[in-house]
């Protein structure tokens, strides 16, 4: 393995290790550790002070001299150099400077600058590419067995272009960069047959809602062309800012299938920019509600139902573009399956006998597991409105091949907007389905030995008007509950809980020319430590699986530095295979005043080990104020900032699975 030595922008030495948080199987049951943090050891990472900033300016100068001493204080002489700053590509300056020094210095030692290897914005891309220019490589996956072309997998892929079309369609940068969509096909009966590989969250979501629209609007009386629009959380849907578009798939006069997407839009009204107020305690504060409607009629778009939706949006142009990214995603999607249902005249058979296959490998890891009633518990810290802890608790009653998931003894519904509508649940229920038998195809056939029981009136089946803007973490909870309830049932299979936590963090303000920014960002935490191994760090887990935001997409669009995106080294719960360690993401407001809305969780409950491992450590964020005072904030928070604040999130580590070490616990 070669000596590289990594010169990059201090505050990004593990961009490598962090990569975009999100990772290739939505449904492995354990996120292992990342390779990078031994194949460039943190002696050969070298943080260099200076910036240039997103319009190509020099922001502070470069300390070159800083940058030598620590060349000179490497353990041995690298055998190269990959030189990856911020904004290089922009303004290659800095890199250039540090590439003509060191060749003066060490004439003979290959130098690559990521300006001259990958000229385009995402910092983990382009340090990547630069550090692989250099012979560095992470060891490939096991190469997965090689699909064959069935009905099942060419949906699977059909579902997968529909999901790309929908990234590069989209206008906001929280689906553009960080993939907050999904896209799947059903059959008109409402089942789920193929979905993209992305993110169960709202994947799992996406089968109640289309429940909802068939409800109202059965597919029979569905005609080509035709696109209906829904976010309404008693219809199916999660939270206001996820609008649910789906479009029949005609072929001779009748609908064969639908095709639908979701995707979460950067505001829809509501109290506070973004949609999401901590603070909410109804659903009429959270934003528009839109029961299940047709939004398009042989392919015409509703006119004054668009300028409806426009005038409940702070973003208005970002709302109309991100829906046209929605259509365009199904027009392809329906325009592909109809093709492929009119050349394989026995599609429908072939997806039901998919669906049954899903359902029999479920039945069969149900079976063999031994029968018992499996219970755990966790809570939520608060509700946004109260700091009380909001119980969260399962019970997995398995019986043979089946199973019922009950979650009736969860915490009654809060004020504040953490409760979870059940088509919001449901994502935690067929996560749980589809992680029994992750060989089959993800469909709901998988979801057929599973009976779901919620208690009217509590957090997991809540009553109108309850507030919901918060529903990611108690979903979260609840996939991580089912998991800890099924390691008792298969104690030496399942790994420790992950940190259970996603930071969803809206930003906003008034640039210096009055013109409004707003911004989104998914920050992850950790995976918890495993009988195979430790857990992966940074990285989001379970029914989450979003990218995270570049530095450089974030600064391109805000008024915005980030001065760090690291490991929160030692956040992972000790145990014979530690837990992940979550991130650190520290953002200084450049200029005038913002606003912050912060929902996270974990703050004073830790994600719990397994097997005798320990918990890992509890997440916290405060405002760094430019007078010099510090302010604390709870786990859902809502605040301002001015000119020169930081604000410091810090996310939880996943729990440690087994006893650990007794120099671990000294």
């Known amino acids: 393995m070669p000596d590289i030595a990594l010169i990059c922008t201090a505050g990004f030495a593990d961009v490598l290790t962090l990569a975009r948080q999100n990772r290739a199987d939505p ?3 354990h996120v292992q550790a990342s390779p990078w943090p031994q194949l460039l050891p943190a002696a050969w990472r070298i943080e260099a002070r200076g910036r240039i900033d ?76 630069t550090v692989q220019a250099l012979g560095l490589q992470a060891p490939a996956a096991p190469p997965a067995p090689a699909p064959d072309d069935g009905l099942p997998q060419q949906l699977e892929a059909l579902a997968d272009r529909m999901q790309q079309r929908l990234v590069a ?36 979501s996406l089968s109640p809602a289309v429940a909802g629209l068939l409800a109202l609007y059965p597919a029979e009386t569905m005609a080509e062309g035709d696109g209906y629009l829904l976010n309404d959380p008693w219809h199916g849907g999660t939270h206001l800012p996820d609008l649910t578009l789906v479009r029949p798939v005609c072929v001779a006069g009748r609908t064969v299938a639908l095709v639908a997407c979701v995707l979460h839009h950067q505001d829809v009204g509501g109290i506070t920019p973004g949609s999401v107020p901590t603070h909410a305690t109804s659903i009429q504060q959270e934003g528009l509600r839109i029961p299940p409607t047709p939004l398009v009629r042989a392919g015409a778009v509703d006119a004054a139902l668009l300028r409806l939706l426009r005038a409940n949006s702070r973003m208005p142009d970002n709302l109309e573009g991100d829906l046209a990214a929605q259509w365009t995603c199904l027009a392809q999607g329906a325009a592909e399956l109809a093709a492929l249902w009119q050349r394989t005249p026995e599609a429908a058979a072939q997806c039901r006998d998919a669906l049954a296959a899903s359902e029999a490998a479920a039945r069969a890891a149900l079976a063999a597991a031994p029968d018992g009633d499996y219970r755990f518990e966790d809570a939520l810290d608060g ?47 067929a996560y749980f389905a589809r992680m029994l038998a992750p060989q089959a195809a993800p469909n709901d056939g998988s979801l057929a030995p599973l009976t779901l029981v919620t208690r009217p009136g509590s957090i997991a089946d809540p009553a109108f008007p309850a507030a919901v803007n918060a529903r990611t973490n108690l979903v979260k909870l609840l996939a991580n509950a089912l998991l800890g309830a099924w390691a008792q049932a298969l104690p030496a299979r399942m790994p420790a809980p992950n940190a259970a936590e996603a930071v969803v963090l809206s930003l906003g303000g008034t640039r210096p020319d009055g013109t409004p920014w707003l911004l989104t960002e998914i920050i992850a935490s950790a995976a918890g430590g495993a009988p195979t191994g430790r857990g992966g760090s940074g990285v989001s887990t379970d029914v989450g699986n979003a ?17 760090r ?12 295979h530690r837990g992940g360690d979550g991130v650190v993401r520290v953002y200084r407001l450049l200029h005038g005043s913002g606003s912050i809305s912060y929902r996270g969780e974990r703050h004073g409950i830790a994600p719990q080990g397994a097997a005798g491992g320990l918990p890992g450590a509890c997440a916290a964020a405060r405002i760094e104020r430019a007078d010099g005072s510090v302010e604390h904030l709870p786990a ?19 729990g440690g699975w087994g006893p650990p070490a007794p120099e671990a616990t000294a």
Not at 68 to 81: E, K, V
Not at 550 to 561: N, T
Not at 636 to 654: I, M, S
Request: glycine share 10%.
């Open 27 to 29: 449904y492995a049951l």
């Open 54 to 129: 997103a319009a190509g300016a020099e922001a502070e100068p470069l300390d070159m001299a800083g940058v030598l001493d620590a060349l000179a204080a490497l353990p041995r002489p690298p055998t190269g150099i990959a030189i990856c700053l911020l904004f290089a590509h922009r303004n290659p300056a800095h890199e250039q400077a540090l590439a003509q020094r060191i060749a003066q210095l060490w004439p003979d030692l290959p130098v690559a600058c990521s300006h001259a290897v990958l000229a385009q914005d995402g910092e983990y891309e382009r340090t990547l590419a």
């Open 169 to 204: 369609g989209a206008v906001s940068s929280v689906v553009r960069e960080a993939m907050d969509c999904a896209a799947a096909i059903f059959l008109p009966d409402g089942r789920l047959v193929a979905q993209a590989r992305t993110l169960p969250l709202l994947l799992g």
């Open 383 to 429: 509700d946004g409105v109260s700091a009380n802890p909001v119980r969260v608790a399962v019970c997995i009653r398995k019986r043979g091949d089946r199973a019922e998931l009950d979650l009736s003894g969860c915490a009654d519904q809060t004020q504040g907007p953490v409760n979870a509508a059940r088509g919001a649940v449901q994502a935690a229920v």
């Open 547 to 563: 990218r995270s935001t570049p530095a450089e997409a974030i600064e391109a669009q805000a008024p915005l530095r980030v001065e």
């Open 565 to 576: 995106v690291a490991l929160r080294a030692g956040s992972g719960g000790a145990g014979r």
């Open 636 to 654: 859902k928070a809502r605040a301002q900032w001015q000119a020169g604040d930081r604000l410091v999130v810090e996310t939880a580590g996943g």
